[in-house]
């Protein structure tokens, strides 16, 4: 069987600042914060079963350490290792708890800069007594956090100076499937939405309009349980003075969307609820042209901003 | 590669009326009518990328008549037959199109009588130019059709006369996996909640408490968009006349629940909402005993009531 | 005792195109018409009592013509005519029936041009047996209609080149209460929020920017269920092609917002949830300086536009 | 001008154990504590703006001290305690701050044994900055608070050995007006919906089907914001091992509920969401049948139990 990915596992960020930055992901956002080392902090959404999904480390400035993908066997992260290493890829192993909760991973560049990581195994995190839930099927109670908080990792967005070719690196090496995709009036690509899982958009690589700015990530999306939370979600960024970049549905993907920045980094968080799911192994994929629709949202819209470097 | 399931894909019931059902699905749940031949009726929810999730043939009496899976190539439906017949199964194929919009396919029954279909390819709905949405990402435009209308097929929930070995079977043979049990206070199996996808509870296979009866089906589960949804559609039922047989939360999947019933037949649709998703390759199914709570229900509760024998 | 308003009852809107503007309010908006004579259907929504809250009359060109507003009791209609007449202010009886359902009612001019009605009497909807809800505090059933129709009128904005003069006088010889104000920067009142029935925001004086513009209506606001059901909204506008001019969260009233306009008259919808309801008899009205807040919108944004005109 | 009441204000709950019952009250149910005295702890929902709307008292044994009703103009209460005391009612007169946060007040019993409370001067909240919110029309800011907290106080539900002579005498001398009225198949009144504020039902006055019981009150309803949020707030109950005596949607006002108890004292909260406002002055009271539904619950249900006595 050949090599695949099973899903977006997380996302390591750097910040300059930790305890300003943890203002943002935990005080506002409202993510768990699951254990911490010396620089780093580890976060999970509400509904996740894996040790974490963010992590935030601090650095000198902010950026964007690696986007973590899990394996659906054990043996994947060697057998890509293998792969990439024969491709010339320059692949780093990492020891197993180096990323704490992790086992032995991989991580190295893919095109045209992004730092991905591989990974199998990872701890499932148990709860203090106090904090356990009363069902099996949820590891901490949620009512004592933030009403807004995140549910589950959803997807990354990426911006590269040529997106095109980074998709199809990923879909042709990775094995990521294409689940939309949106050209320009010009016939460029503007954007690919892939999935590693095949069940949903779990990565968007989008053009950085500007050819040569460096790789870079847009946000991190994090589920939530419905339409109506978005609005709480807005509550209360607003009430801790979190800006907002940007609130309504796309059109790709049909997601609802709230975005939230942290001042300290410029690393953004999306809320995010509905779109579809796709399950359907015959699945062809959405071909979206510039002029389909007058807004590539649907409702609402976005403030222009910059994504944060690796 | 070994022949994998992708995901449910549809169910097919009978009933002594079709108008009579029609009533329910259509009018009353809102399911919308793809096409019609001498005595069967196809139907989809509305977030759906297939000709059917459901179908409804006129017979005698109510009942069942198969359980419909997609299978993750076009090969493996082959590859199950062999496979099958090897072990002794009575294997039936299905030519494209005896079930409207579907290729070859084959049906068989698995412990203790349940029909099953495999099959691969089926035809993607291609709806009329007024029904079109102007999202290349959604089929039909949906703002016509019932508030409360189902999006996508979700599970179903078959009752057996030994439930525990019904469920090794399919997860042996079909490559079904588990993602959570239920065992009572005597230590029997009540409950085993299996998927195909990999991703969510697709079939939960349940202990009939009267051993002798035959195998059935209890209810085929639909997402709705949240939980205020499913108040909605207990109000169009109500409205509609359309009896209730259950309202509130599961604890097993934390899916939120309503069940309505077609009395006609007895078939009932559960509009659900929430749970979780498994996109996890390290999964460990949940573990329930009969005392971890007081109710098989977090919340609300259920009316007994019989399922739909094949 | 002195006369009073009960509520904000209904509006009278003008077109030069019936079926076109039908097709904004009642296909898209999903209103629902309970009676229409030779140039007026008369429109109600889902969740009220009385026989229409909205009419639309065929004219040469777009227009309004006239606010309507339910006394308190049947003889304060008379006690108003005379209290406006003796201040020189040309009051014109409306007979009853000459507006459908109604009875006799007063019209005249409030400052700066606006043209109010003031009526007591109004018929209950007598809905045919087919469309009667199974609940008795329910008129007509809601299942077969568009899942965003409006539930009961909230509020009109109005327009006034000197508004707060306006407001002033509605609440010196109206009886209305004022709830919020908002002054700008240079210490004139931008907006003033006025309730007739004493428990919410029924009227918003806002000021002209352009101090020359005739007095005019920006907005009919009608509530919806819940903040999910402002996207479910927004989908049914963008499915049928209307322009959807403002979605978010108000900062004054905290009531969320979707604006839709119909093209053929410039009238606009807001689809409107939340805000606080004020019973409170010892209410401080809520006064608001431009600097207290980024901008006037808590969540999302409005696209400029004009309002029409009497 | 007659007096009148203006609205329900607070209700006065006495309890053996005052941390017990905050257990329920603030840990579980959410609401924010805003001043405590010797033996008394003042509570509010998240979007009121007096000073408490329910208050616990340390006392020998489970109790309701009072129902609390704010008059619509501060010469009112002066003007009943002359009415009552006419009637040959017993008024005692409560000097300001006696309840904190309260002007001068009267307490007198209603038939058949309920004790009501007059008042209409109440301090505003005045919250610390860091709970105060950034908006103008809200107090303190909800983020840090539990997300099912309750917004604001909506209804009582009492239970009286005759209901219906209860109902009138609240008529006849307090002012209080029918919204709905319940009868059963003997034509004996089961339940009548009063108004204090005319918009709403804020005091549902039912029949005690033990009719030697003493009058007791059985729930306190405050709002929410949504029907998703009962969901959310029954899990939020679940997970505090609250136990919940119901939940579904009332045919009677339409109001869709949750039922949680304090297990220390009995007394009860419901989260209520929907139902309708009567703004209208020409209100028809509804008038149910015991035969008009097959249940007195349009969706789910209750759990019989009792109210707790003054």
Redesign the interface.
């Known amino acids: 069987?050949a090599p695949e990915l099973?899903?977006l596992g997380h996302i390591a960020l750097e910040t300059p600042d930790l305890a300003d930055s943890m203002e943002f992901f935990h005080d506002a956002v409202g993510m768990e914060e699951v254990e911490r080392t010396a620089d780093t902090v580890y976060l999970r959404a509400m509904?996740e079963?894996?040790h974490h999904s963010l992590s935030l480390t601090e650095r000198d400035s902010a950026g964007v350490a690696h986007i973590g993908w899990?394996?659906?066997?054990p043996e994947h992260v060697e057998q890509y290792a293998e792969r990439l290493t024969d491709m010339g890829v320059d692949v780093r192993w990492v020891a197993e708890d180096e990323e704490r909760g992790q086992g032995d991973a991989i991580r190295f560049e893919v095109p045209h800069g992004h730092t991905f990581e591989l990974y199998?195994?990872?701890e499932?995190p148990d709860p203090p007594a106090e904090r356990r839930?009363?069902?099996?099927?949820?590891t901490y109670?949620?009512?004592?956090t933030?009403?807004?908080a995140p549910r589950?990792i959803d997807h990354v967005q990426i911006w590269d100076p040529n997106a095109r070719d980074c998709a199809e690196w990923l879909q042709e090496h990775l094995d990521f499937e294409m689940h939309?995709r949106y050209n320009l009036e010009d016939g460029s690509r503007w954007g690919t939405f892939l999935s590693a899982?095949g069940?949903k958009i779990e990565a968007a690589v989008i053009q950085n309009e500007s050819g040569q700015a460096p790789p870079a990530v847009h946000h991190t999306a994090y589920t939530v349980?419905?339409?109506?939370?978005?609005?709480?979600a807005?509550?209360?960024m607003?009430?801790?003075?979190v800006p907002?970049d940007g609130?309504?549905?796309h059109?790709?993907?049909?997601g609802?969307f709230l975005y939230a920045r942290d001042t300290t980094t410029g690393h953004r968080i999306e809320f995010n609820d509905?779109g579809?799911?796709v399950?359907?192994?015959?699945?062809?994929p959405?071909?979206?042209e510039e002029t389909?629709?007058d807004d590539r949202q649907?409702?609402?819209?976005l403030t222009p901003g910059n994504a944060v470097h690796y």
Do not use: C
């Open positions: 069987m099973a899903r509904d079963f894996a899990q394996t659906a066997e199998f195994e990872m499932k839930s009363r069902l099996r099927n949820r109670s949620p009512t004592t933030n009403p807004v589950q939309e899982s069940t349980d419905g339409g109506a939370d978005l609005f709480e807005g509550d209360a607003k009430e801790h003075k907002i609130f309504g549905q059109s790709i993907s049909r609802k509905g579809y799911l399950f359907d192994p015959d699945w062809d959405i071909e979206w389909d629709l649907w409702l609402g819209g």
